[in-house]
């Protein structure tokens, strides 16, 4: 944006000492090419304007979607990335969407390091490994549907960035003593 003020100012200026330079020359006449100078020296800077404002019109319409852009079916499901780019989904919104979860008590001993209680209200949230993981037993149409989403809109990106970024995590289930 100051990029575009600095360019305004020159263009007046240029347009400016046009004017002054020119205007004891052609006298009243000094307006036909002042014209076209105008017209050149702001057209751009004109097109550019409404660019920035369209991205900023644009950015302020998204900004309030930001995590919560995934959509199954006619669910929108809030997913959480966080520094290690792994996806976690709210457990509250999979229960509305599979019907039955195991509940958060049994989802944290199961995955003690795939559950985590986040934001202010301390909600349940599964990491996408530990979702896809639980989800691998679903009988329901609609929880293999939904593990299948899961897994190719949420799980799969996230380990693919993390594998480019060479991030490890640890396991989301815990190891059992047999």
């Known amino acids: 944006m100051a990029n575009l003020i600095w360019r305004s100012l020159g263009a007046v200026a240029v347009c400016g000492g046009f004017y002054l330079l020119t205007n004891r020359l052609l006298g009243p ?3 036909l090419p002042l014209a076209v100078l105008i017209g ?9 304007v409404t660019a920035e404002l369209s991205w900023w019109f644009r950015r302020l319409a998204l900004e309030p979607l930001a995590g919560i852009h995934y959509k199954f079916q006619t669910f929108r499901v809030h997913v959480v990335e966080d520094d290690d780019y792994c996806r976690w989904i709210a457990t509250e919104e999979v229960r509305k969407i599979v019907g039955q979860l195991a509940s ?5 001993k199961l995955f003690p390091s795939g559950h985590q209680y986040l934001g202010k209200n301390k909600k349940g949230y599964l990491r996408d490994d530990a979702l896809i993981t639980h989800l691998a037993n679903a009988t329901t149409p609609q929880a293999i549907k939904f593990k299948n989403w899961a897994g190719r809109n949420v799980a799969f990106p996230a380990r693919k960035i993390r594998q480019r970024k060479g991030i490890a995590i640890p396991p989301a289930a815990a190891e059992r003593d047999d």
């Open 29 to 31: 006449i000094v307006w």
């Open 40 to 48: 050149v020296a702001f057209s751009r800077i004109l097109i550019d």
């Open 104 to 108: 958060d008590q049994a989802l944290a």
